[in-house]
């Protein structure tokens, strides 16, 4: 049974930085062969994979959103975290951190996701 759970401010001023944390409970962020992912949702649009960190501690990100995109985790608190630099508000979205299951290629267990509004 495994459960995540997206914390961070729901509001964000325009060229700040966006910080969200996922935490994981039921399994290890460390167990093999996991990865731990960040997508978005923008009102009205489809769904957006941001990155991921794999259970080793490798990280992949979006081409698209790479430059921007930070993620990392801590171990010890069974924790993930994204930053996303220098928002607008076309990063306006639900964020959902999600686990990445490498026999299916899918996402197996997801957040509720957590609404984060780019606004002045």
């Known amino acids: 049974q495994v459960q995540l759970q997206e914390s961070g401010p729901g509001l964000v001023k325009p060229s700040q930085m966006l910080s969200l944390t996922c935490t994981v409970s039921?399994?290890?962020?460390?167990?093999?062969?996991?990865?731990w992912s960040w997508i978005r949702q923008p009102p009205g649009k489809g769904l957006e994979w941001m990155g991921a960190i794999a259970y080793a501690g490798s990280t992949y990100y979006s081409p698209s959103l790479k430059s921007r995109t930070s993620i990392w985790r801590d171990t010890s608190k069974n924790q993930f975290s994204l930053q996303l630099s220098s928002v607008t508000p076309d990063d306006t979205a639900v964020y959902y951190c999600a686990r990445w299951d490498q026999k299916t290629d899918g996402m197996d267990y997801w957040g509720k996701g957590t609404l984060v509004t780019v606004s002045s």
């Open positions: 039921g399994d290890s962020i460390t167990t093999t062969y996991y990865s």
